[in-house]
């Protein structure tokens, strides 16, 4: 652009960043010019030789320094005709993006939801161009370690380098994770390391002891589960594992833990065992009778003394072996059981002789039921047939009203 000689003609100037002191931007075609202002100012002169007049730089243009990526002057031609012109810099990419440290730890606790935001990388990333478009991501820093990495933690947001919680943590499977964030803006890039530790919470139960030496004890992966031979007509300490029912608290508060019965099939098991909910000993409170049927099942519970009171449970099988120390009872003659006889007759087996006499005292009972309905009856009869006549004798006598 050139200025005429009346000084009417503006004119815009585009630059390259670092453009050095006293370097000739314009040369003006004629007249007395003068910077009358400039912002910022410091950066832009007028240089007069031999009558001709120059817009020069000053300073280095940094835009770094300047915080701004132009200069707006007003021109003064003449000692008046103020003229506006905009000087423009490109700017330059000159410095790379850097994170501020080599690597950073930050903790997560493992019951936190999803989506929960961890870090935030662009809080953490220093780049000294006046302008810049940074753009983060993130990836597994070995992607052979355990405990699998992915959908755990992931980054979406691109611009601001978000972090947040993508999956379900659980300290006890995997408790340490390892990122490599990346931050690039077009030319440069670096790369710093993310650690993510995750911190135990009170999430689970107790975990039973899974130690046997004496019985015959199975646990899978998920419910233990306790086999146990009981003798009828006992009483007493029952040696479960390898002597009471054991269960820890893995958490790190490690909290105590008290035990009890849940339930039972079949129920009336809970009314013959009982177990001490400090130390997890079973016992037989009194003496099981061949009237309980077995093999039978006992929820045995362990709660950890907390304000979660966390629970888990195992299985108690429970079936029976003779006592040798006891001998068997005699069974009654299937008579002097009642309740029994009917069944007696078809399992247990009677004579010929105790089943007629057992048919005759039957048939005697019905007869004798159906003589004393029959004689209730008649009688019946007879008194209505009476009260009867004695209605129409009174009807003749005139106290037919009186009487009904």
Known sequence: AVFDNDCTSPSNILLEENVPKDTVIYEFGGGVWDIDRAEPPGYLDVDEVNSSYYLITKKVLDVEEMKRRYIFVILTCNDHNDIALSVYIKHKNEFPPRFT???????????????????????YTDDQDFQHFLIYSMKEHN???SGGLKDKFMMDDSVNGTVYVAGHLDFELENQYIYDIKVEDGSFSHTAKLIIDVEDVDDLGPVF??????????????LPIYIYKIQYNYTGEITVCPEAVKAVDVEKEHYNVKYSLETATPLILVNYFAID??????????ELTRNVPLPGVIIIKAEDISSSAHSSIAVLFLYAEPNPNIPPKLRSPPLLRPRRLISAAFTEGISQDVFIGMMTVLMLAVVSLVVALTYIIITCRKSRKKQQMKMRHYAFGGYKNEVK
Request: charged share 25%; net charge neutral.
């Open 143 to 145: 992607v052979n370690s």
């Open 209 to 222: 002891d899974q130690k046997n030496s004496s019985l015959s004890l199975e646990f899978s992966k998920t």
């Open 277 to 286: 909910s400090h130390t997890g000993q079973m016992r037989l409170e009194k």
């Open 101 to 123: 440290g080599p690597s950073y730890t930050i903790s997560v606790k493992e019951n936190s939801p999803l989506g929960t935001e961890v870090f935030r990388a662009a809080d």
